[in-house]
């Protein structure tokens, strides 16, 4: 099983979307196994994003993320970093298909809703920033016999 780290950015909380994300992503059988409610640090958000420090974007982006609160969650499931990024749908809101999460609620790229890791090296990197050891719990969903065929 793998994990990947998904974070509700500000949009999504201000438009009370939080709890219709965490549905989609449970329904699909993914366990959740460590949440949090915050507003990010200035260093926890520059690691986070630290691919970007050059963009022209950066600062906009720190603006925003920064802006409010966030919603934090790891995801464990088979395959779950291309799981959920499919799930969320392209960068861009325009190009993300309908389905998706970005597709459904978004617009405009720097409101996409939400965050998922790209790969397996990020997902683990991205958990790290956010998360120690001890808030990741490990747990079996009693509906995991029926999600998985083996
Ligand atoms: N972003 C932006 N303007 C851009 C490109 C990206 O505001 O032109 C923001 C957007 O919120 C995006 C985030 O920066 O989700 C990270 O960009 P990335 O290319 O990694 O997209 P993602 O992995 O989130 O799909
Ligand atoms: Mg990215």
């Known amino acids: 099983m793998e994990r990947t780290f ?3 950015k500000p949009d999504g ?3 009370g979307l939080v709890g219709t994300i965490i549905a989609r992503l449970e329904a699909r059988g993914l366990k959740l196994v ?3 409610f915050e507003v990010l640090t200035e260093k926890r958000f520059t690691e ?3 691919e970007h420090l050059e963009k022209p974007f950066f600062l906009s982006l720190k603006q925003f993320i920064m802006g409010g609160p966030v919603f934090l969650m790891v995801l464990e499931g088979r395959d779950v970093v291309p799981l959920v990024r499919k799930m969320v749908g392209a960068t861009n809101p325009q190009e993300a298909a309908p389905g998706t999460i970005r597709g459904d609620f978004g617009i405009d790229t720097g409101r996409n809703v939400i965050h998922a890791s790209d790969s397996a090296e990020s997902a683990q990197r991205e958990i790290a920033i956010h998360f120690t050891a001890k808030e990741l ?3 079996t969903r009693v509906d995991e016999s029926v999600i998985y065929e083996y």
């Open 13 to 15: 909380v201000q438009r």
């Open 48 to 50: 986070q994003y630290r």
């Open 137 to 139: 719990c490990s747990y």
């Open 6 to 8: 998904v974070m509700i």
């Open 34 to 36: 460590a949440a949090r």
